[in-house]
């Protein structure tokens, strides 16, 4: 199993739409052979605001259950949307989650050097049209494998 999250150096930056001038860079996460690319602006935060983030978010893990890894850094001003990989730890594994965070739950005072309390609860409890009721709990990956890419961050 591997984990890793970077930007991306094979993808181009993303053109802008017509009246979307903000810049955007692709965000890459990899868990074991599963790719998820994430679409992130980088005008509010730089790429290197982001890596400090990833580099906090996985060594929180350390002090506590849960964590996350912001994939879309936005102006708290402008009342937007928070994107993000929460992360849960359960003894000598982590569930790796995508995550959205809409507007109208961000708090006003939110900061995304500490994006901690928008964190969810672990597991999620979802419940299906027919009643039934199912625990989504996010993709395993062994705390070793996050533990193996923290020391690579930290020593880039």
Not at 95 to 105: G, I, K, L, N, S
Not at 112 to 139: F, K, M, N, Q, W
Request: glycine share 6%.
């Amino acid at each position: 199993m591997t984990f890793s999250i970077s930007f991306s150096d094979k993808l181009v930056p993303v053109e802008p739409a017509p009246g979307d001038e903000i810049p955007k860079m692709y965000i890459v996460l990899l868990i074991d052979e599963e790719i998820t690319t994430f679409v992130a602006p980088v005008n509010y935060w730089s790429m290197a605001q982001y890596t400090r983030q990833w580099k906090d978010g996985l060594a929180r893990l350390e002090r506590h259950s849960s964590s996350c890894l912001l994939t879309g850094a936005r102006d708290p001003s402008l009342r937007q949307g928070v994107t993000m990989v929460e992360l849960h730890k359960e003894g000598t594994d982590v569930f790796a989650r995508e995550r959205y965070v809409f507007a109208d739950r961000v708090p006003d005072d939110y900061d995304p050097c500490e994006p901690y309390e928008l964190i969810g609860p672990h597991p999620v409890v979802h419940r299906d049209a027919d009643g039934s009721v199912r625990e989504i709990r996010g993709t395993r990956v062994p705390l070793a494998d996050i533990e193996a890419f923290k020391r690579t961050l930290e020593s880039a």
